[in-house]
C-alpha cells in the first residue's frame, strides 16, 4: 500500500515538473580525435520536449494512485 502511495506522489511531482518546465537539455561527446598529445572533442547540446499531454497524465495518474483505497 505504502508503494503505490509513493508512486502516486512521484508521478505528480514529475507531471508538474514536466508542465512547468517542457524539456530539459543534456550534452554528449559525439565526435574525440587524439592526435600525439592533442586531444580534440566536439560536444553537441540535446534538448527533449516533453508534451503537455504526457505532464497532464502523469499529475492524473498519479492521484489517482493516491486517492484510491486499495
Known sequence: MKAIKLLGVV???AGGLALA???FTYT???HT?????IELSVK???TVNIPV???VLSMVVGAV???SRK
Request: hydrophobic share 45%.
Open 11 to 13: 508521478l505528480l511531482i
Open 21 to 23: 518546465y517542457g524539456s
Open 53 to 55: 499531454w504526457a505532464g
Open 33 to 37: 580525435a587524439k592526435i600525439g598529445s
Open 44 to 46: 553537441e547540446s540535446e
Open 65 to 67: 494512485l493516491l486517492i
Open 28 to 30: 554528449k561527446d559525439t
